[in-house]
């Protein structure tokens, strides 16, 4: 099993920082490479699934995001299907700091077998590590403009 995380502090309370991250509205602004969020979707209880779909290298893919937990302030879980990737468990830790909180995410998957594995092993890593640093960035400046 391969898991990567990282964690950044963000100088607003945890509730309102839940509030903006959990908000599939503000996802434009901070999710990387968001293209939409499909109608159908839904997003804020365990079974709740919603199905974005992201520009990666030029192409439009459809990610299906289904909601294994969903705890206010605290924590957001759930699991990610997309096609030419394997499956993945995600989790949204969401922890009070100071005058602020500390926003740690993680993806958890297991690499697949032959050369995909190889990506799975060594590129996706890297991916994932680029898509965690763009999206503390942007909640920077998003978080940064609601003080």
């Not at 699934?49 to 969903?70: D, P, W, Y």
């Not at 898509?131 to 003080?147: K, M, P, Q, V, Y």
Request: aromatic share 10%.
């Amino acid at each position: 099993m391969t898991r990567i995380e990282s964690s950044h502090r963000f100088d607003v309370p945890v509730e309102q920082g839940f509030a903006f991250i959990t908000n599939t509205g503000n996802s434009p602004s901070f999710w990387p490479g968001y293209v939409r969020l499909e109608p159908e979707s839904s997003w804020g209880a365990p079974g709740d699934t919603a199905c974005l779909v992201t520009r990666i290298l030029g192409r439009e893919r459809k990610l299906v995001l289904t909601v294994t937990a969903f705890e206010p302030n605290r924590l957001v879980t759930y699991t990610s299907t997309q096609p030419g990737l394997p499956d993945a468990r995600h989790e949204r830790h969401f922890e009070p700091a100071e005058d602020g909180f500390a926003y740690r995410l993680v993806v958890e998957y297991e690499p697949r077998s032959g050369i995909r594995g190889v990506l799975d092993r060594i590129l996706l890593p890297r991916g994932i590590k680029r898509a965690f640093a763009n999206t503390f960035a942007a909640l920077d400046r998003e978080l940064g403009r609601r003080t």
